[in-house]
Nanobody, 124 residues
Framework: VQLQASGGGLVQAGGSLRLSCAAT????????VGWFRQVPGKERELVSA????????YYSDAVKGRFTISRDNAKNTVFLQMNSLKPEDTAVYSC??????????????????WGQGTLVTVSS
């Protein structure tokens, strides 16, 4: 499974962006997928996660109510819609997938596949 994140860019505070995580490999549709972000000098943090079916979702407190995660398994893609962006959302965003098929557990100790990051910059 290979993942590719895209959709980052420069946006003003209050604006929106939609990130995409496109994957190769049929098994991707059976995996939990997470979106992470990292700022230089800080630890990587889990922003959101979605179960293979799309029925279970997790959001960190920092983004709850502003970000929405979704997936289109027919297109092997997971999305992160980011609204009401704040300067503190500025980071490199990466997607990752767990290789446990059909898991209903959103708590993933270690993700197995990672895409390259996409930079999101929110100006004040």
């Amino acid at each position: 499974v290979q993942l590719q994140a895209s959709g980052g860019g420069l946006v003003q505070a209050g604006g929106s962006l939609r990130l995409s995580c496109a994957a190769t490999g049929r098994a991707f549709k059976t995996y939990t997928v997470g979106w992470f972000r990292q700022v230089p000098g800080k630890e990587r943090e889990l922003v959101s996660a979605i179960s293979w079916s799309g029925t279970r979702k997790y959001y960190s407190d920092a983004v709850k109510g502003r970000f929405t995660i979704s997936r289109d398994n027919a297109k092997n893609t997971v999305f992160l819609q980011m609204n009401s962006l704040k300067p503190e959302d500025t980071a490199v965003y990466s997607c990752a997938a767990d290789n446990v098929a059909y898991s209903t557990n959103l708590v993933v100790l270690e993700y197995d596949y990672w895409g390259q990051g996409t930079l999101v910059t929110v100006s004040s």
